[in-house]
């Protein structure tokens, strides 16, 4: 941890020239809605001596300062880049970069047409149970939870296992794509209990257009080589599409873990 606050190479003299290795959140760098493991936070600090750093998640700042925060160490001096939701919020080197609204986008009516479906979908869903938050409006996106944000652990798990097995949230995307098929919208399933729904376009490639603009600012670095780590990499993951980006070196992991002993392997670290 005491490395985790020490001071860093600037970005344009990283041993490791012109990369940036990012990563999701949920089960990448955390187990979902989780703190990441101290060994996890060590592991980050020691390749941020070498190449530049980043995150890209689709939860707000608040939730990202939970699982990879302390008390004492904000998220954003941990990282050289922060995208919370996709990056339509930003932070290069722990100052704020400009942000996108997903309510300014899409309009008040279309808004409160889709969140009057949504709920009388959720009204009449029967699943084991409902806790509450069925839909929580972001900055860039909204999150929509059949079981509710407010479960807890034991019932996010227990929720997780049966969507697993009964298709919950891939059923209710597939309704809201016949809904609302002009509305210009991405429904990507993440983490648990949830998926994203966002236009078409803000999905976690977004965040690329904060990295290429690095090459135009003084000093600037062109990031010819860009690493991200996911779990949810299949079509229909929320990190998918930047996982198949062309300009992106996927690689899937199976968890926290998982994403460590990559990691380590691929920077002999």
């Not at 003299?13 to 999701?24: G, K, M």
């Not at 899409?106 to 047409?113: P, Q, V």
């Not at 929580?136 to 652990?153: H, K, L, T």
Request: proline share 5%; hydrophobic share 40%.
């Amino acid at each position: 941890m005491t490395e985790a606050a020490s001071v860093y190479p600037p970005l344009n003299q990283r041993p490791i020239a012109n990369t940036i290795v990012l990563f999701d959140v949920d089960n990448t760098l955390s187990p979902a809605r989780l703190p990441a493991s101290a060994s996890i936070l060590t592991l980050l600090s020691s390749l941020r001596h070498r190449v530049a750093i980043g995150y890209v998640g689709g939860s707000d700042l608040v939730k990202q300062q939970e699982q990879l925060g302390t008390a004492s160490i904000n998220v954003t001096s941990l990282f050289d880049f922060c995208f919370p939701e996709n990056g339509l919020t930003a932070f290069r080197l722990g100052v704020p970069l400009a942000s996108t609204s997903f309510i300014q986008w899409l309009g008040e009516d279309k808004y409160k047409e889709l969140v009057r479906f949504v709920l009388h979908y959720i009204a009449d869903l029967d699943i084991p149970i409902k806790r509450g938050t069925f839909i929580e409006f972001r900055n860039g996106m909204v999150n929509i939870s059949p079981v509710g944000r407010n479960a807890s652990v034991a019932e996010r798990n227990a929720y997780q296992a049966y969507d697993l097995e009964h298709g919950v949230r891939a059923k209710f995307v597939e309704a809201l794509k016949q809904k609302f098929p002009d509305f210009g919208l991405t429904y990507s399933i993440g983490g648990q209990i949830s998926f994203d729904v966002f236009p078409q376009g803000w999905d976690k490639t977004y965040c690329l257009q904060h990295v290429e603009a690095e090459a135009k600012l003084p000093d600037g670095v062109k990031y010819e080589t860009i690493h991200f780590f996911g779990d949810k990499t299949a079509k229909g993951g929320n990190d998918y599409e930047i996982y198949s980006d062309p300009r992106v070196t996927g690689h899937a992991v199976e968890n926290p873990e998982d994403t460590e002993a990559q990691v380590k392997k691929l920077f002999n670290l």
